[in-house]
């Protein structure tokens, strides 16, 4: 098959996506693996909730590198230099100045999240110092994320694949070296991670230093009224959008949660099969903030319709590759992230939802990333608010009813409705 030049231009910021997406769930992967030969099951699971409290925290203050990702393109493809300067630096400052209100405010975090998760005993112990230390890597990972958004922004996702390669990397070999040559337990493992983290900062400047140009900004530049306006409504928008996408992630665990340890174990396989579809997909999203915002900034509405709808070509020959993986080798991958029977069994009940999961939910995905660098980030949140109603209105109507099942049909709802929604709102984005 012949590419066009818009092909390769998705595909030369997609790739790089995909395998920083990949590789990043290998990081908590080998911390467990680490933990797991320190001889107590305690200190494993205090890594599994200290790891849970980072990424439901950081989650929500994602907007730094979608936010930031959307608005630099706009001012790559405008040629404007001065604009995308200020765009790093405003974001940086507002980074720094969340992960010091994390510190700050870090004793009634992990006191608020211990509670809520019920733990006790010696893992309640081991959590706080995994936390103690790593909380104050905040500023540092959420300036990652600002880095990160600026250079896929700028095109350059290849940058932030090597970024995110390089602290799993330093990470990893941190870990290692303060648990199993130091003698360090728990607390090895948190410092490996932080030393990773504020590395990270380190290699991300000097990558935006080696591969970009940068203006000097005034102080003036940075407080632009308009543009810093700007800058906090897209923030706001996507900071709102997070929370309703927390909202129906908790609920559906705790959904699962609530019929018992079998369940919540069988819905957990099930959910890694969305999130291995979203690394890939994913990686067609980010290409649609930097390209779609590139166009947007170019003003060229003609390139803008064809990279979406060769964005949505790509993400739908994904969602069918996916959807055939599920369909001949769904019981197999179970098979292979489970060797409970039982667990495996209860899993194999729901897997039809899976099958189709791709092709309800590949829209969604792609739409997120176009909308983004478009800026269209109020039709985003729209999105979010009608499609967390329209899955906590299905789960109060089917779960009674066909149970699990029925949260199922919810969630697969919850992923067509923005996919929809947003297609209908695409042609208002255009025209805007």
């Not at 969340?98 to 112990?125: E, N, R």
Request: hydrophobic share 55%; with cysteine.
């Amino acid at each position: 098959m012949k590419l066009s030049n818009i092909d390769r231009q998705i595909l030369a910021i997609a790739i790089p996506a995909i395998v920083t997406n990949i590789t990043t769930p290998l990081l908590g992967l080998m911390d467990v693996a680490i933990t797991g030969h320190l001889g107590r099951a305690e200190y494993i699971a205090a890594i599994a909730v200290g790891g849970n409290i980072f990424n439901m925290l950081y989650w929500i203050f994602s907007f730094l590198r979608s936010g930031s990702s959307g608005l630099t393109s706009q001012a790559y493809g405008a040629g404007d230099c001065r604009g995308y300067s200020c765009v790093l630096y405003r974001s940086l400052i507002v980074a720094t100045f969340i992960g010091l209100c994390i510190l700050l405010f870090s004793k009634p975090i992990v006191d608020v999240f211990v509670a809520w998760m019920g733990i006790g005993g010696d893992t309640v112990v081991f959590t706080r110092r995994y936390f103690n230390i790593l909380v104050w890597g905040a500023p540092a990972f959420l300036c990652t994320y600002s880095v990160s958004g600026w250079l896929i922004g700028m095109q350059d996702s290849r940058g932030a694949m090597w970024m995110s390669l390089l602290i799993n990397v330093i990470n990893i070999c941190a870990s290692m070296a303060l648990v199993l040559l130091a003698g360090m337990k728990i607390e090895g493992v948190a410092l490996g991670t932080l030393i990773a983290q504020w590395s990270g900062v380190l290699i991300g400047c000097g990558l935006v230093a080696r591969r970009h140009r940068l203006e000097s900004v005034s102080m003036s530049d940075l407080l632009e009224r308009i543009e810093l306006g700007r800058f906090f409504r897209v923030s706001r928008d996507l900071f709102f959008r997070t929370v309703c996408l927390v909202a129906v992630t908790l609920w559906f665990t705790r959904v699962g949660a609530a019929q018992g340890t079998l369940m919540l174990a069988a819905n957990t396989l099930l959910m890694q099969f969305f999130l291995f579809f979203s690394y890939f997909t994913d990686g067609f999203a980010y290409a649609g903030e930097a390209l779609g915002g590139r166009y947007v900034g170019e003003r060229d509405a003609e390139k803008f319709r064809q990279t979406v709808v060769r964005l949505m070509m790509w993400g739908g020959a994904v969602a069918v590759v996916f959807v055939s993986v599920y369909a001949f080798a769904g019981e197999l991958i179970l098979r292979l992230l489970s060797n409970e029977e039982t667990v495996v069994a209860k899993a194999c009940e729901f897997l039809p939802w899976i099958v189709v999961m791709p092709l309800a939910g590949f829209a969604a995905f792609v739409y997120d990333g176009v909308y983004i660098g478009a800026t269209g980030t109020g039709y985003l949140l729209g999105s979010m608010i009608l499609s967390s109603m329209v899955f906590f209105g299905c789960y109060m109507l089917l779960f009674g009813v066909f149970g699990n099942d029925g949260l199922w049909v919810a969630f697969l709802l919850y992923l067509a409705t923005r996919g929809v929604y947003l297609g209908w709102r695409r042609g208002k984005l255009v025209k805007n």
